[in-house]
C-alpha cells in the first residue's frame, strides 16, 4: 500500500499516519520527493480501512498494491 501525502501536509499530521501504523503494527518506509512525501507501507494491508486512511488530514490518496498470483 501506498499513502501520498498532499504538498500542504504539516509535520504533525505526517506523524499522525505514521502513529496510526505504528498502532496497526504495520512497518513503513517514507521517501520524501521535491512536492510530495509518499509512505509505502509493509505488511498484509488487507485490515486497513483505506477510506478512513483518506480521510485523515493531509493524505492526498491512497494506494492498494495488488498481490501477486
Same mark, same amino acid.
Request: proline share 3%; glycine share 8%; net charge negative.
Given at each position: 500500500?501506498?499513502? *501520498?501525502?498532499?504538498?500542504?501536509?504539516?509535520? %504533525?499530521?505526517?506523524?499522525?499516519?505514521?502513529?496510526?501504523?505504528?498502532?496497526?503494527?504495520?512497518?513503513?518506509?517514507?521517501?520524501?520527493?521535491? !512536492?510530495?512525501?509518499?509512505?509505502? *507501507?509493509?505488511?498484509?494491508?488487507?485490515?486497513?480501512?483505506? !477510506?478512513?486512511?483518506?480521510?485523515?488530514?493531509? *493524505?492526498? %490518496? *491512497?494506494?492498494?498494491?495488488?498481490? %501477486? %498470483?
Amino acid at each position: 500500500m501506498l499513502i *501520498v501525502m498532499k504538498k500542504t501536509a504539516k509535520e %504533525e499530521e505526517l506523524q499522525q499516519i505514521k502513529q496510526f501504523l505504528i498502532d496497526r503494527d504495520f512497518d513503513f518506509h517514507q521517501s520524501t520527493g521535491a !512536492n510530495r512525501i509518499i509512505i509505502g *507501507v509493509i505488511g498484509d494491508t488487507r485490515t486497513i480501512d483505506r !477510506n478512513g486512511l483518506r480521510a485523515l488530514p493531509g *493524505v492526498l %490518496e *491512497v494506494f492498494k498494491i495488488p498481490d %501477486e %498470483e
